[in-house]
């Protein structure tokens, strides 16, 4: 799923091709995108294109009349620029035809999540917008007051967008482990010392991807737009070994996500239980790193 470094990118490709463009027609290909009615989509044709701005994970594009084009990939749904008449890939939910191109919005796979919205002023776009906290805007106290406002586990914090805005599965595993803090521990129990850590560390992690992402698109509208970014510390590097200290990489599956760590900077080398895999193996599970790699020299 695109989240914040990936949004921002997107934006300032798009600030560059459409910004004062008039959108001049717009092709529905999947009557599953679009969850409005009111106003209709035919509303936004004809309208120059005022304002770009990040809503969370949604990209939203502010036209005249205080109109607002509200667009949320989710998992597999990406965004691509291409020259007008070009042929429509199949994947292609929606074209915005401008004069100088079109934005395309594509999805993988056939669930069909992502989505497109019009809706009108301000508070129409707020209605969309979880409220997480803008994160590299914010003060440390503010973000150590978002994140003790519900006791959860710090993975669970930073990919709630109630709590904090544009973090979710990928970039929530690289801060933890540019804080070395634990995914499973929980906010309530972290001192200042540790906030401190995570606000930094998130501040990092989110500010030095927006520059590489920016860096690798090079004024291009970016195309390689994925969850497993090359480079990325732990996310999406099961079994890799660690860039620090050279342990292999554990993960935690958990519904259609999983989270990974690394167990000797983060967890003091404890093993958190995949709930799976812990309830396969029973008295047979891992506990730490060492008896995992006992257990896997054992079978060697």
């Known amino acids: 799923m695109p989240e ?16 004062g463009q008039i959108l001049e027609r717009i092709v529905l290909r999947s009557p599953f995108l679009l969850r409005s009615v009111n ?24 036209l ?22 070009a042929a429509v890939s199949p994947r292609a939910l929606a074209v915005f035809d401008f004069s100088n191109g079109s934005l395309w ?8 999540r992502a989505s497109l919205y019009l809706v009108a002023g301000e508070n129409g776009l707020r209605a969309l917008d979880p409220g997480g906290l803008e994160v590299l805007d914010a003060s440390l106290e503010e973000f150590t007051a978002a994140l003790r406002l519900e006791n959860h586990t710090l ?9 904090f805005s544009g973090i979710g599965n990928a970039y929530s595993d690289e801060i933890l482990f540019e804080a070395r803090l634990s995914p ?4 309530h129990k972290l001192t200042s010392e540790e906030i401190t850590r995570l606000f930094n560390a998130t501040r990092v992690v989110l500010e030095g991807w927006i520059a590489r992402l920016r860096s690798r698109a090079a004024g291009a509208f970016p195309e390689k737009v994925t969850a497993f970014q090359e480079g990325m510390a732990v996310h999406g590097r099961y079994r890799k070994p660690c860039p620090r200290c050279r342990a292999p990489i554990q993960r ?4 259609a996500n999983e989270c990974n760590y690394c167990a000797r900077c983060q967890t003091g080398g404890k093993l958190l239980a995949d709930r799976a895999m812990s309830r396969l193996l029973r008295q047979d599970w891992p506990r730490t790193l060492d008896a ?8 060697r």
Not at 105 to 112: K, V
Not at 155 to 163: S, V
Not at 184 to 187: G, L, P, Q, V, Y
């Open 64 to 85: 005249e009349d205080d109109l607002w084009l509200v667009l949320h990939l989710m998992i597999v749904g990406r965004l691509h620029w291409k020259e007008r008449g």
């Open 292 to 299: 995992l790699e006992t257990l896997t020299n054992r079978k």
């Open 4 to 19: 914040l470094p990936e949004v921002v990118v997107y934006l300032e490709a798009l600030h560059q091709r459409i910004s």
């Open 39 to 62: 106003p209709p989509l035919s509303d936004a044709q004809g309208r120059r294109v005022r304002e770009l701005r990040r809503a969370g994970k949604r990209v939203a594009i502010g």
């Open 155 to 163: 993975k669970r914090a930073l990919t709630d967008p109630r709590l």
């Open 184 to 187: 499973a521990a929980t906010t």
């Open 252 to 255: 935690i599956r958990y519904a």
């Open 105 to 112: 919005l594509s999805e993988a796979g056939t669930q069909r």
